[in-house]
């Protein structure tokens, strides 16, 4: 950020103070909460706040048993398999049906595109109560509630906006006389999406996946209307741990997965840059 | 090379019309034949339907009405990945994602060649657009004259027969545009394959073509061979659009076999050759060629009518110079004339006469 000028007026300057102190201000009502969990995990105490002698630094104040908890407890274990097992094919799904969203909708002779793409998007946009409400009377009546699949498509069914959303985004600058040059050389509509249009693509199609991943991740309320015991995910667990337990092994839980966004978020950050480079290489 | 009279065109299309909307037609009723190894230019202003030709050809478009046939086969059913057609793209289309090499052996593993046939023909495609050594690189790291060398390679590396061309020199500057202009003539000469070429810039077409369609409002206007075109325009586009040209409206005075003399709006009178027009009385437009008009009328045979005409300016322009004079009313009559040794400097304000060769100034029809 520039330097003031010399001939800065005062409210000029004002402003220019002002506007440092409402981001420091910013940062850290976002970051805090966040950041303060951290030193919490590693509490010996079983409380949610700081003993002295973790404020005096004191070695024998901090301790890993929330962590051994949260790796032996039956019930923490069951639920990290089910958000496991959850996500990756939530994504899956959510990525291969988002993608050919997304492809088919960019074409140009697609009619009522913009309320196919309103319907899809709407996941996104309608509060997630009336969608997890709406999907267990529906998942009720076709004997999906309760299931692993009915979770599967509920978390996908969430995640698809993400993907249809960041692969448009990367089809904007797509040029599209690439798929006329593959058909020129003779590759067929289906060679030519896997070797030319989706190597192009690839940067959105994974950033879109990494969103829908977390989704269904960090997603408690659909899973608590459409899941059953039986579905228990990570966060359906925190949150009975909260409401019942008050145990800190939520607090390491929670900083596992601040670690796994954190590095998720790289990841992103990384097939951005990528995606650049590319765009910046696709002459004319 | 002009094999556009054969008997059996290579490529033929018949009646055929296209429209995008159902109600105006952008190529009406358009009827071509081209030979085998022929170089054939489509040329025409912008929305003349020209382009919309080519991707007919290439499949990106079908055609309303009418048949297309390549090699005496109708294709107008056959999907572009089917037509075995090669095309140098105007943005060159090429993969950002692959390297050279790997853009160039793209149609040979469609193909399913193996793997040292396709090395042998990438490498010798790559030699023949001299860009051997850049097998490796990709598009992003080769200039725009680069690229368009691996564009035309790629289009050439899978021997096809026929290779379709939409304007991919108009993004590289003039004088990289002229040399690859000769280039591509060359490598057409050497390998023999027709290629259609679309333009609108004529100099490139009459630099490289056997033939030249020139297209107006989706109809071909004149089919015909560079130096035909030129000289020979059958109307007045034709004769407006390539080169530049100057015009004169008149009224046709005298008739008689291949010379007439004109009448023009101050009274004088000047010798031209009748092209459309059959009897005196007629109104006429009169098309000279800039090159075409002397001042020296010690260059004229004896006999030849001049127009008084009044030098409005003079530009120097290296190798030429370039005078725009005021005959008969217009003010934008150009003529050049070398820069030669003891060439007259005309000045402004200047009242000179003009002649020219019957010959030259072609009496077309009044539009």
Known sequence: MAALPPYAS?????????????????????????????????????????????LALDPAAYSLKHYQDFFSNPDWQQALRNSVTIAPVATLLAVALGTLAAVGLSQ????????????????????????????????????????????????????????????????????????????????????????????????????????????????????????????????????????????????????????????????????????????????? | MNAGHGNEAFVAFEHVQKSYDGETLVVKDLNLKIGQGEFLTMLGPSGSGKTTCLMMLAGFETATHGEIRLAGRPINNIPPHKRGIGMVFQNYALFPHMT???????????????????????????????????????????????????????????????????EPLGALDKQLREHMQFEIKHIHERLGVTVVYVTHDQGEALTMSDRIAVF??????????????????????????????????????????????VRLGDGSVIDALPVNVSRAGERTLLSIRPERAEFNLDRLPEGTHTVKAEVLEFIYMGDIFRIRLRIAGNENFVIKCRNAVGQRRLRPGEVIDVGWLPQDCRALEAA
């Open chain 1, 10 to 54: 005062t409210g000029q300057r004002l402003w220019y103070w002002g506007f440092r102190a409402i981001c420091v201000a910013v940062l850290f009502f976002l970051i805090m909460p966040i950041l303060v969990i951290i030193p919490l995990s590693f509490n010996a105490e079983d409380f949610f706040t700081f003993t002295k002698g973790m």
């Open chain 1, 108 to 284: 140009p002779h697609v009619p009522f595109r913009g309320a196919i793409m309103a319907i899809l998007i709407s996941p996104m946009i309608v509060p997630l109560i009336i969608s997890a409400a709406g999907m267990y009377f529906f998942y009720s009546r076709i004997g999906l509630q309760g299931t692993y699949w009915g979770v599967v498509l509920a978390h996908a069914a969430l995640g698809i906006p993400f993907v249809i959303i960041t692969v448009t985004a990367t089809l904007v600058g797509f040029d599209r006389s690439l798929v006329r040059a593959a058909a020129n050389m003779g590759a067929g509509p289906v060679r030519t999406f896997f070797k030319v249009q989706m190597p192009l693509i690839l940067p959105g199609v994974i950033s879109g996946a990494l969103f829908a991943f977390i989704t269904s991740f960090d997603e408690v309320v659909v899973v608590l209307f459409v899941g059953s015991a039986a579905q228990k995910t990570l966060p359906w667990q925190m949150f009975i741990g909260l409401r019942e337990q008050i145990s800190p092994t939520i607090l390491a839980v929670a900083t596992i997965l601040i670690a796994i966004s954190v590095v998720l978020l790289t990841v992103l950050e990384l097939l951005r840059r990528r995606s650049e480079k590319l765009r910046g290489m696709s002459p004319g």
């Open chain 2, 100 to 166: 050279v090499g790997e853009n160039l052996a793209f149609p040979l593993e469609v193909r399913k060649m193996s793997k040292a046939e396709i090395e042998a023909k990438v490498k010798r495609a790559l030699d023949m657009v001299q860009m051997g050594a850049f097998a490796g690189r990709r598009p992003a790291q080769l200039s725009g004259g680069q690229q368009q060398r691996i564009a035309l390679a790629r289009a050439l590396v899978f021997d096809a027969e026929l290779v379709l061309m939409d």
């Open chain 2, 216 to 261: 107006n409002d989706g109809r071909i206007q004149q089919l015909a061979p560079p130096e035909d075109l030129y000289e020979r325009p059958e109307n007045g586009f034709v004769a407006q659009f390539i080169g530049e040209n100057n015009t004169l409206e008149g009224t046709v005075e005298t008739i008689g076999q291949g010379n007439c003399t």
